[in-house]
């Protein structure tokens, strides 16, 4: 009786969430009444519930049935050879694939439960609520300031000024551009630009941070900043990154997803294809596949 | 150093040090020839077009030096004291003229190129016939503008009659296919990232086209726009058929049948007239084109360079 009821009172919690997040995802929602699904979350808490999730373009299967929970408040790492469709797969969690005209998304993308491919889902409301950091760093032809101001402007968020100091203070850019907030970003170093671009991200107020290899085009310096930044943002949001460099994975994330490449037996067909996913410790000491071993000990890859 | 190496390997090192220079001595001479021949071929084409151009200013200089003046600017045609003849409602017409092409061809000609290149389907077929017909229109000869310029806007559906916003019509629709062809390459030289950032943030395709790849696209458009403005400019084919022979002696008006000009057509009907003096004084309008028409595609050039987006 007593477990039944307790039960039945987490069951409605997490019904009214659900339906909290299938608000803020559907069409036609005040800014002033958005809620970020996770703020008062738990670290670990499931932020995205992907059940047998494939992409395929043009009919060709990128990337097929992955599924695995993602936390909130934690880093989550993919990694895996090229091609093995780790960006495709990030791609997915705020609907980028939509703008490849002939991509198809396959199973279910659950995000706080509510399905991201639903037919009551707009892409515009899901990527307002789950931000994106690109692997060259793609500041807009803007002055600083007005990079970080665009998004609060176009999603109307109120206190446009504040938002863009405190979304560089976040990034850990306002003591070098507090000075020349009105030059062009395209001044700025690399690095910089990169942190432009996460204090962009994050000047929205997103609940999810999606990073796809975002220091690959950096030097190991500009690419330490950022991987200290995420360390100190994911106090704050939910991030999953994709990279190709182990390490990296290993020194930031808490949770590594391994993907390979998977060849059909006439050897035409390649797709992705999710072969591990648990603590970034365990992958790296003790994976349970030995090909997830051969990979994080560069056996291959 | 080398005196302290044995006496064998100093010999080595200097036969190697000898086989080294020749090797980059100056290769075989035809084919330095070669060379020097297809350089100085080059050098004529760029002289052959330059001296065109020069020849054309001076010779029009020259002729037209004696009926230089402010009158060309003030005074209309004149039959009677052609000494005192000028091109004022040629000028006023062409003003107008360009400016009713400007109003037309801007919103069309953007509006155009954003359909094509952000929202069109490239896989459809209607999408690939429209750019394919787009492309087609741009070489297109005037003359053929003209005939459907006096058969649609001033006579037939449109019925606007011999009037000089038909003559706007007619010259928006010859230079529309170049606008368009040249808005679209200037949306496109937008790297996709810019989209994807700015899709990234929430923004609406709307959004991210007005607040970024527009304006990150408005100096190759305005390149595009004032190129096209020089050759509606310079045209006078169409505007023949259109309405704009008459040898009009007041300003006109741009909704008034009472007939209008432009300068290339007032220029062509002052080189038909038997009198020298009209003679002279359509090459004064050849030099007051030449000179518009080089200013303002410097201005396109300058404007290109200035504001070119380095990605």
New interface residues.
Partial sequence: MNSNGEEGKVESQMTAKKKSTEKALSRKIEVAERRLPSASEAVGEPVFGLEGVGVSYGGKVAVRDVSMTIGAKEITALIGPSGCGKSTLLRCL?R?ND?V?SAEVFGKCLYHGTDLYGPEVDP??V???I??V?Q?P????KSIYDNIA??PK??GLPDVEERVERALRSAALWDEVKDRLDDNA?GMSGGQQQRL?IA??IA?DPDVILMDEPCSALDPISSGKIEDLMLELKEDFSIVIVTHNMQQAARVSDKTAFLIVELDSTEENRWGQLVEYDETEKIFTNPADSRTEDYVTGKVG | MFSEMPERTRLATAGAQATVASNLQRQRGSEQLKGNIFFALLLLAVAFALIGLIALIVQSAIKGAPAFGLNLITEGPSTINPEDAGFRPAIIGSIYLILGVILLVVPIGVGSAIYLEEYA?G?KWWNRLIELNVQNLAGVPSIIYGILGLAFIVRGPLDLGFILAAGSLTLALLVLPTVILASREAIRAV?P????????????QW?TIR??VLP?SIPGMATGVILAVSRALGEAAPLLLVGAAQFVTFNPQPFSADGYSAMPVLIYNYALRPQDEFRVLAAAGVVIMLIVLLLLNSFAVWLRNRYE??W
């Fill in positions: 705020n980028m703008l005209p515009v409301e990527r307002k609520l931000g994106m690109f060259k793609n500041p807009f032809p665009f998004g176009v999603l395209y671009c962009r991200c929205v | 389907d896989t790297p990232s810019i989209r994807d950032g700015s899709l990234a943030l929430g923004a609406t959004q607040r970024q990150a987006q380095q």
